[in-house]
């Protein structure tokens, strides 16, 4: 809920931008972070209360709470706003996709739970947050909105990953320009992972204890419980949008019903919705322990207790568990797979992607190993009639193209092209053309990584346009495309294919660092320069962009920026020795000459063989006055030359400094 209260001015307010009250969770913890939010609201201050505990909203616990109580005014004001972030926006409230359709939805949104052969990375859900938190700042930036939001977060420390990464990611990218604090409650065994989240960001947190006693919350009597929970059943009518937006309220009545077989039921659709979101870790917080629960309430269901050891090992997939997920299927191919030939082709399959695919480092024998396993179990359950011709077809086709994408691994690309074009030619002959249309635009694209992987663009760009052709609402395809044009010196292609990414997905570094790079082949440093500070803006922590940026302030001249930039690069990876060697040019016309020193000496132990390296050591040496070593530096600067033009131009240059003894 808000509100805005007048008492106190903003210039009285902390620097702290976030305080962390501890105590037991309950009604007085509450109270008392409502009484604080009441006596920090003034003139100018505008207070939010935000309930984020998981068990009380779900994921989007926090974010939904926040947005939620803007909702009405941005549709108002801006609809233009709700209309871009409509997928964001659809995503923490689900009740507006009644309202805001889904404007661009790709093969995965819309293929059936059988087809559905593609689960959205994790990061993709970090990106609706990245989304939210550009649709509050434009909305509040251009509103001239300069109040202070004092967010409260009542349970945070029981909040889902999304819900946390919301607030750690709005405070660390925004909470200084738009005068956001942060209020939140935490149990004093929890508050530690709390502040070291907000630490991780760059943010300090202060602690205040309270002296509270624990409450005694009793929960409903089990039969009032048990009806209101009917209640609610009968007023959804197994509607999935309204089961979700009721899922946690569902969960806790039947829950104190001690009706736990119906606990089974949400706690099972609450893991499938968020899973195939992409929601890997809240997901996960639904799934752990149903199989158990299976045993208990639901013994006879079998096929249920399959779909939830499935969802569980896509979760453990999805967040890139690779010894859990390794124990996870073993434990499977025990349990569940022995007695039923395709579910175990589907385990080896499984297993074999953990060992050649996510592993590191990768077992390409095993992953190969565990596909003929596979494979042979998939035609047991042909011979036996387990499944059907055309299920056996598309079933031996994906265990195929695993081995394509081992083959490509393994640099064995004409090999991996061609398993892939067989496994094109049996879905066209198999089946029909609407059947795995999702399947069929992923062997395109993967024929068209193997094609760039020995950089021969033009057929990759024929064949990431045809699986855009059959997708055509898939960001991460435009992305890949346009980094395909970019190597093949199409710059104005690759700046268009860049921009529809951008246009079909919430913001993702990756694409904006790739906009950069291309911005800077084009010779426009400005439009690079934004590019890459946005790609920075959302993922601090890459090199690729801080070196993109840091050569187009040296363009336009702006050395202080580069050096920072290049010395951020260097924090991060100390490899970096072209960085080394940029900041030491720098450093050198700036007159700083020990640091430009320092910096070559530095990049030369990294590349010992590069003659340019020795070139400008020698040059540096000579104005600070050291001939001897610089003439040494020099003839390492031609003996290091790599082609005989170089050596030729090295020697010029070095004879005008040195006009005797600098030949090799």
Wanted: hydrophobic share 40%; net charge negative; with cysteine.
């Amino acid at each position: 809920m808000s509100s805005t209260n007048t008492q106190f001015s903003n210039s009285n307010r902390s620097e702290k931008h976030i305080t962390l009250l501890t105590g037991p969770s309950g009604r007085s913890r509450r109270n008392e972070l409502t009484k604080r939010l009441q006596e920090a609201s003034g003139p100018g201050v505008r207070t939010f209360l935000v309930p984020c505990g998981f068990d009380e909203g779900g994921p989007w616990s926090g974010p939904a709470s926040l947005i939620s109580s803007l909702y009405e005014e941005l549709q108002s004001e801006r609809p233009d706003l709700t209309n871009k972030h409509s997928l964001e926006l659809i995503y923490v409230m689900p009740r507006l996709r009644r309202v805001l359709p889904n404007q661009n939805p790709t093969l995965t949104d819309l293929a059936s739970s059988e087809e559905r052969v593609r689960s959205y990375p994790v990061d993709r859900a970090y990106r609706i947050i990245h989304g939210l938190i550009d649709l509050i700042a434009e909305w509040k930036t251009t509103k001239k909105d300069h109040d202070v939001w004092m967010i409260a977060c009542e349970g945070l420390d029981d909040a889902g990953a999304m819900t946390r990464h919301f607030f750690r990611e709005l405070l660390r990218r925004r909470g200084q320009a738009l005068h956001l604090e942060l209020l939140a409650t935490a149990s004093a065994d929890k508050a530690g992972d709390i502040a070291a989240l907000f630490a991780h960001a760059g943010q300090t947190t202060q602690q205040i204890s309270l002296d509270i006693q624990p409450d005694l919350e009793l929960p409903l009597p089990y039969i009032t419980a048990e009806a209101e929970a009917r209640r609610i059943e009968a007023q959804i009518a197994e509607d999935r949008i309204e089961t979700a937006v009721h899922l946690p309220k569902l969960i806790r009545l039947w829950s104190q019903a001690n009706r736990f077989d119906m606990v089974l039921k949400y706690r099972v659709f609450g893991m499938d919705f968020y899973n195939t979101l992409g929601l890997y870790e809240d997901s996960l917080r639904y799934g752990e322990g149903l199989i158990e629960m299976s045993y208990q309430y639901d013994p006879e269901n079998e096929f249920r207790r399959w779909a939830i050891a499935s969802k569980l090992l896509n979760i453990y997939l999805g967040l890139v568990d690779v010894p859990t997920a390794l124990k996870f299927t073993e434990r499977m191919i025990d349990e569940f797979a022995q007695k039923d030939q395709f579910r175990l082709a589907v385990m080896y399959y499984t297993m074999a992607m953990l060992y050649g695919r996510y592993q590191k480092p990768r077992d390409f024998a095993k992953g190969e190993e565990c596909l003929e396993r596979g494979l042979a179990a998939l035609n047991r359950a042909h011979l036996e009639g387990t499944i059907s011709d055309r299920e056996f077809a598309f079933q031996s086709v994906f265990n195929r193209n695993g081995l394509a994408m081992i083959r490509n691994f393994q640099r064995r690309h004409d090999e991996a092209i061609e398993i892939c074009r067989e496994c094109m030619e049996a879905l066209n002959t198999h089946l029909s053309g609407d059947e795995h249309v999702l399947h069929r635009s992923v062997l395109l694209f993967n024929i068209g990584q193997v094609y760039n992987a020995i950089e021969l663009y033009s057929e990759t760009i024929d064949y990431y346009t045809a699986a855009i052709k059959m997708d055509p609402n898939y960001s991460e395809y435009y992305n890949d495309r346009g980094s395909a044009y970019l190597h093949a010196g199409r710059l104005e292609e690759a700046e268009k294919d860049y921009l529809t990414a951008l246009k079909l997905s919430p913001p993702y570094f990756e694409v904006l660092t790739n906009l950069g790079q291309c911005y800077r082949r084009k010779g426009e440093m400005g439009n690079a320069i934004a590019s890459y500070s946005r790609a920075l803006d959302i993922e601090p922590a890459q090199t690729l962009a801080l070196l993109g940026r840091a050569k187009s302030y040296e363009e336009v001249g702006n050395i202080p920026a580069a050096i920072s930039d290049y010395s951020s690069a260097i924090l991060l990876d100390g490899s970096l020795w072209e960085a080394f060697a940029s900041r030491g040019i720098l450093n050198f016309e700036l007159g700083e000459f020990e640091a430009s020193l320092s910096d070559l000496n530095r990049a030369i132990a990294l590349k010992p063989n590069m003659g340019d390296l020795y070139e400008n050591r020698a040059v540096l040496l000579a104005k600070m006055g050291h001939t001897d070593r610089a003439r040494e530096d020099a003839k390492l600067a031609v003996a290091h030359a790599r082609e005989e033009h170089e050596r030729l131009a090295l020697q010029s240059h070095l004879e005008q400094l040195f006009p005797a003894g600098t030949n090799a």
